[in-house]
């Protein structure tokens, strides 16, 4: 029976010491992993540091450009509220302007007034018809003064150049007043040698008459009406080139020859300039006599259409004004679009 129980002890101690086996490799293993951890990890720490330490360069350098633009940022800043400034100031006086102006068209007798004493102006500038002139008017040479004018402006040549904005303030709005204009600028020369058309561009309305003149039928007379009807063809609202075209190909000494300048705005940017070139060509004789003579009709479109600025109508009634003046011709202004 003793010897049994001793079998039995070595058996028990021989698990005991398996399990202790197992245990201490486990902890052992842990131990190992925990050494290999600690090894790896300044390593990462120090990737970690260098990426960081790029980072921060990168930044420093972005501030230092940011702080380089600043002073450049502050000028234009600067640059720009002087620039405000001045622009509220331009605002300021042409809202003053367009208050003064809008003060002065307010009353329609004055207008009135104002439209009686141009005409009056300009029946007293009545020019002489030469001999040919009258034999070719005949009787009609002969009517009453009104029947001889187109708002005012005396009937005196036999070649007639209409020069026409046909830009789209005038197509849009006042092509109906042109169409009747023209018409009856037509019907106070029953007969002239020449017509011409061509836009303020001085682009001709019939391409084949380029540089010719138009003989003066009752045909062509319907025909350029007609054609007129639906003219709208590309316009820089400032009537210097086809002035300047009319006088270069068309006057001659031998010839008179009358210019009507139909338009409502110039854009240009010097009336003075405009004035300075039309002389240079439109030369004066010993006597002091212009090649030819300029007239001016002005339709009030920018002063009747809502939102729109008159600054420009303005002008071109100043430019016409002071155009027509010195090249022996007459400026009207119309009161109105309408029929």
């Not at 009258?134 to 036999?158: F, M």
């Not at 005038?170 to 106070?188: H, I, N, S, T």
Request: a positive charge.
């Amino acid at each position: 029976m003793r010897r049994r129980k001793r079998r039995s002890a070595s058996a028990g101690e021989g698990v005991s010491l398996s399990f202790l086996d197992a245990v201490s490799c486990g902890f052992g293993a842990i131990v190992m992993l925990l050494v290999l951890t600690k090894i790896g990890e300044p390593q990462a720490l120090e990737r970690a540091r260098q990426d960081l330490d790029g980072r921060v360069a990168d930044l420093q350098r972005e501030l230092a450009r940011i702080r380089g633009e600043i002073p450049v940022l502050e000028r234009r800043l600067r640059s720009r509220r002087e620039q405000l400034s001045h622009e509220e100031e331009l605002v300021a006086r042409l809202r003053g302007d367009l208050s003064r102006i809008r003060g002065e068209f307010a009353s329609t007798r004055q207008l009135s007034q104002v439209q009686e004493i141009l005409e009056g102006r300009l029946l007293a500038a009545q020019q002489e018809l030469s001999e040919e002139m009258k034999r070719l008017l005949g009787e009609s040479y002969r009517r009453p003064q009104e029947d001889a004018t187109i708002g005012g402006i005396p009937v005196d040549s036999e070649y007639v150049i209409f020069v026409i904005d046909t830009s789209p303030s005038m197509f849009g709005y006042a092509w109906p007043a042109v169409l009747r204009k023209m018409e009856q600028v037509l019907d106070v020369y029953p007969t002239v040698k020449g017509i011409q058309v061509m836009n303020d561009m001085g682009q001709y309305m019939f391409s084949s008459y380029a540089g010719k003149w138009i003989p003066d039928t009752p045909g062509r007379r319907r025909l350029i009406l007609s054609t007129l009807r639906n003219w709208n063809v590309f316009s820089n609202s400032s009537p210097v080139e086809g002035v300047r075209r009319a006088i270069v190909n068309f006057a001659a000494p031998d010839k008179k020859v009358s210019i009507y300048v139909f338009g409502d705005e110039y854009t240009g940017d010097s009336i003075q300039a405009v004035l300075d070139e039309v002389a240079k060509y439109n030369s004066r004789d010993q006597a002091g006599k212009a090649k030819v003579r300029i007239h001016g009709v002005g339709f009030p479109v920018v002063f009747t259409a809502a939102g729109v600025s008159p600054y420009t109508g303005v002008r071109f009634a100043t430019l016409m004004r002071v155009l027509c003046h010195q090249n022996g011709g007459t400026f009207v202004g119309l009161n109105s679009i309408e029929p």
